[in-house]
């Protein structure tokens, strides 16, 4: 099992930037892909970026295409997305989520970004 941890979240004005990271411990040997997903108030929870483990790999989700960049540390298990231009709509809580070689998830508890106007 691979356990998550996310931070980075908070308040930020319209056309901000936040930076969220979410490291892994446990059977991170196994990895196979992360991902950043988000949920708003109401919604369906949404896919943002993900990225391969063993390739680097790297999509986007349609709402953070040229303005969301997902990244590694591959060192230290970690997954980073840099967020610009934010936007009100983008007010969510993220989630880090894990998937290993062996069809294992695992979620992380979430990180509250809010985007003021």
């Known amino acids: 099992q691979v356990q998550l941890a996310e931070s980075g979240g908070g308040l930020v004005q319209s056309g901000g930037s936040l930076r969220l990271s979410c490291a892994a411990s446990?059977?991170?040997?196994?990895?196979?892909?992360m991902a950043w997903y988000r949920q708003a108030p109401g919604k369906e929870r949404e896919f943002v970026a993900g990225i391969r483990w063993n390739t680097g790999n790297i999509r986007y989700g349609y709402s953070a295409k040229d303005r969301f960049t997902i990244s590694r540390d591959g060192a230290e298990t970690t997954i980073f997305l840099q967020m610009n231009s934010l936007q009100t709509e983008d007010t969510a809580t993220y989630y880090c989520?894990?998937?290993?070689?062996?069809?294992?998830?695992?979620w992380g508890q979430g990180t509250q970004v809010t985007v003021s106007s």
């Open positions: 446990g059977s991170t040997f196994s990895l196979y892909d």
């Open positions: 989520e894990a998937e290993t070689k062996y069809d294992e998830e695992s």
